[in-house]
């Protein structure tokens, strides 16, 4: 994909991104926001401002330009998605455990960098020869979605799912 494209997508998941990190408090935390929304500041919630704006831009590019997507599009964007998530995951809980700490500015820096890692690994893999394994991709990523839905409000107790503010 062309440079302008990566850009308009980095541009599109980043603002989306950022906007649901606020939309849940906005919305009077509405249930159903919650679905797409951080609704706390757990490092599973914050992997929802990756997929939700990921997946909403896979859906409008395969509605809106499935001609001009590589055969392997949809496994290449889920594999993405995927990769751009383990990299926030394992980023933000190596610095913690090195600085022992958690500051916003490292973490907002950690979301954007995932976005952008995420990106780069789907474009890396529209290049090689892959099967089209668009219907087990979708279903990984109805797998993560409902994953989403269940744990918002029914976390398991371990630290990822674990509220550093309560």
């Known amino acids: 994909m062309s440079f302008k494209t990566n850009l308009l997508r ?39 401002l990756l997929f939700f704006p990921m997946l909403l831009l896979t859906i409008f590019e395969i509605l809106l330009m499935p001609d001009k997507l590589p055969e392997n599009f949809l496994f290449s964007r889920t594999i993405g ?7 926030i995951v394992i980023s933000f809980y190596t610095i913690l455990g090195v600085i022992g700490k958690s500051y916003d500015s490292i973490n907002i ?49 371990i630290g990822l799912f674990k509220n550093p503010l309560s």
């Open 10 to 48: 980095f541009i599109f998941i980043s603002i989306l991104g950022v906007l649901l990190h606020f939309t849940y408090e906005w919305s009077g935390d509405n249930s159903f926001v919650g679905l797409f929304s951080a609704v706390n500041e757990s490092t599973w919630e914050h992997l929802k």
């Open 81 to 87: 998605i995927v990769s751009g998530m383990a990299f």
């Open 109 to 157: 820096a950690l979301y954007f960098a995932g976005v952008l890692y995420a990106l780069t690994v789907e474009n890396k893999l529209y290049r090689k020869d892959s099967k089209n394994l668009s219907l087990i991709s979708a279903v990984i990523l109805f797998i993560i979605a409902i994953s989403f839905f269940m744990f918002t409000y029914s976390a398991p107790a």
